[in-house]
Nanobody, 119 residues
C-alpha cells in the first residue's frame, strides 16, 4: 500500500527558506512519477514540481523555477522540496503525490502541509 506523508511546512518571512519532506512507503522512486502540488485558498491546485521515474526528467512550474529544487533520498524513501527566496504568493497547502510509471493521473496523495509566507 502506497502512503505519503508531508512535513516541514510552517510560517516564515518573505525571503527565507524552507525544506518540505515527503516520506513514502509502498513505492520505489524509479517506477513512479512523484510531484509536489500546492493549493492556495480560493485557487486551483497548481503543479509545482515533478520528478519522473527517479530522475529521468524534472519539471518546475515557471512561478517557482530557480527558487525551488526537488530532490530525493532513495535510502530514506523520502522526497524533498527545497524552497528558497520565499514570497507571500507561495503561501499554500503543499501536497506530495505519486503516479504509477508515467501516468498523468496521480493516484496517491499525502494530507498536505501548510506553508505561510509573511511579507
Amino acid at each position: 500500500q502506497v502512503r505519503l506523508e508531508e512535513s516541514g511546512g510552517e510560517l516564515v518571512q518573505a525571503g527565507h527558506s524552507l525544506r518540505l519532506s515527503c516520506a513514502t512507503s509502498g513505492l520505489t522512486f524509479n517506477t513512479y512519477t512523484m510531484a509536489w502540488f500546492r493549493q492556495a485558498p480560493g485557487k486551483e491546485p497548481e503543479l509545482v514540481a515533478r520528478l519522473e521515474l527517479g530522475g529521468r526528467s524534472t519539471y518546475y512550474a515557471s512561478s517557482i523555477e530557480g527558487r525551488f529544487t526537488l530532490s530525493r533520498d532513495n535510502a530514506k524513501n523520502t522526497m524533498y522540496l527545497q524552497m528558497n527566496s520565499l514570497k507571500p504568493e507561495d503561501t499554500a497547502t503543499y501536497y506530495c503525490a505519486a503516479a504509477r510509471g508515467l501516468s498523468p493521473n496521480f493516484d496517491y496523495w499525502g494530507q498536505g502541509t501548510q506553508v505561510t509566507v509573511s511579507s
